[in-house]
Structure formats: structure tokens, C-alpha cells
């Protein structure tokens, strides 16, 4: 069964340091893997998705992630972080062989980044 | 306007009462999704649809109910066996084979 973890419940960074956000998953073969965004009380906006091909995967609001097949991880990266970054970050991980019925997603428990001016 | 709308933001459940969260979408997509969202942690699946009066539940059905009468809308109800239904309830949809699943604003329910 897929499973996806978060280390980080909380960072803490400054306005304009760089970003990490760690996600390591557990599947058989490879996943579809999805980095959302969440602002409090809100949805979640898709920042970024891997299905196949290159796997350094560029998203909205100059986020980035790079997909380790040999460490299972796909980790966020933002080079420069903005005070509206302040959020929580879900990894989610789905299943890629079941075509013809229902795909599963799987999120993680979320990292909440606050960001200091 | 596309997108996915629920209703209402907040919504209060009296002891005993069963509640409804909307769930509307116009982006035509095939596939929906209710989650629920407790602090701290990450969304868990209620129930979902792949197609119009078809659903299957999902890891924590029990204690809630959904239809699907209509492609477009995916009503939520959390009946009085549910018996901590406080949370934050996302509703998603998707299309099957991008697998990608878009959000909707959420509903926060509350018990008074």
C-alpha cells in the first residue's frame, strides 16, 4: 500500500533564505507524486505533479521539486522564500497501474512553514 | 467561471441532527472526492465517485452518506452517528487520466 511521509511538521525560515520540504513515499513501482499548497481556512492548490520523464518538475510560484527514485523522495524547493509562503504543504503519492478503476491518493500529514520577515 | 463551490464556509450540527455539505463543480470532470481535515493532520478519504450513481467508500465512511445524481454535484451528508464531525471537509475532483485532483474552498463543520 502507498504510504507518504513528512519529517517536518513545522520550519521556520526567513524572507528570502532558501526552502526544503522534505517527502519520502512507499510504493511497489512508480507513483504519480503531487506537492499541494494550503493557505489557513482554505483549499489546496496544486503547486506542482511528477507522472514520468524528467524528473526535476518545475510549479507555480517558482517552487520546484526533483524526484528520487533510489532514495523514494521528492522533495520542495523554492530558492528565495516570500512572507506569502507562510502555508501547509501536502506530499501526496497515487497509484499508477489501476487505469481502470479508482487511483488512490495518498497525503501526507502536511509540513507548516512560517516564514520570519 | 470554473472551478468547484462548496457550501456553506461554516455550518453548526446540533446533537442528533444530520447535516449537509454542498459539493458543485462545472469543470466537468468525471471524478469526486470528499476528505476530512483534522489539525495536524493530512486529509483522509470519506467517499469517492468515479461516475454519475456510482460511489465507494472510502477509509472513514462510516457515520456519513453521499449521492451523486448529477455530474456535477456531490452532496455530503454526516448523519448523528457521526460522532466527532468537527473538522474541515475538502471536496475534490479529477479528471482520470491526468489523476490530478483539484480542491475546493471547504466547509467547516462545528458542533454546537
Known amino acids: 500500500a502507498q504510504s507518504v511521509t513528512q519529517p517536518d511538521i513545522h520550519i521556520t525560515v526567513s524572507e528570502g533564505a532558501s526552502l526544503e520540504l522534505r517527502c519520502n513515499y512507499s510504493?511497489?513501482?512508480?507513483?504519480?507524486l503531487f506537492w499541494y499548497v494550503q493557505s489557513p481556512g482554505q483549499g489546496l492548490q496544486l503547486l506542482l505533479k511528477?507522472?514520468?520523464?524528467?524528473?526535476l518538475v518545475q510549479g507555480i510560484k517558482g517552487f520546484e521539486a526533483e524526484f528520487k527514485r533510489s532514495q523514494s523522495s521528492f522533495n520542495l524547493r523554492k530558492p528565495s522564500v516570500h512572507w506569502s509562503d507562510a502555508a501547509e504543504y501536502f506530499c501526496?503519492?497515487?497509484?499508477?497501474?489501476?487505469?481502470?478503476?479508482?487511483?488512490?491518493?495518498?497525503f501526507g500529514p502536511g509540513t507548516s512553514l512560517s516564514v520570519i520577515p | 467561471d470554473g472551478g468547484i463551490t462548496q457550501s456553506p464556509k461554516y455550518l453548526f450540527r446540533k446533537e442528533g441532527q444530520n447535516v449537509t455539505l454542498s459539493c458543485e463543480q462545472n469543470?466537468?470532470?468525471?471524478?469526486m472526492y470528499w476528505y476530512r481535515q483534522d489539525p495536524g493532520q493530512g486529509l483522509r478519504l470519506i467517499y469517492y465517485?468515479?461516475?454519475?450513481?456510482?460511489?465507494q467508500k472510502g477509509d472513514i465512511a462510516e457515520g456519513y452518506s453521499v449521492s451523486r445524481e448529477k455530474k456535477e454535484s456531490f452532496p455530503l451528508t454526516v448523519t448523528s452517528a457521526q460522532k466527532n464531525p468537527t473538522a474541515f471537509y475538502l471536496c475534490?475532483?479529477?479528471?482520470?487520466?491526468?489523476?490530478?485532483?483539484?480542491f475546493g474552498p471547504g466547509t467547516r463543520l462545528l458542533v454546537l
Open positions: 501526496a503519492v497515487g497509484a499508477i497501474e489501476l487505469k481502470t478503476s479508482y487511483d488512490k491518493v495518498i
Open positions: 510504493y511497489g513501482a512508480t507513483p504519480y
Open positions: 511528477y507522472f514520468s520523464g524528467d524528473t
Open positions: 469543470l466537468n470532470h468525471d471524478a
Open positions: 465517485s468515479q461516475i454519475v450513481n456510482d460511489f
Open positions: 475534490a475532483t479529477g479528471t482520470r487520466d491526468q489523476e490530478t485532483q483539484y
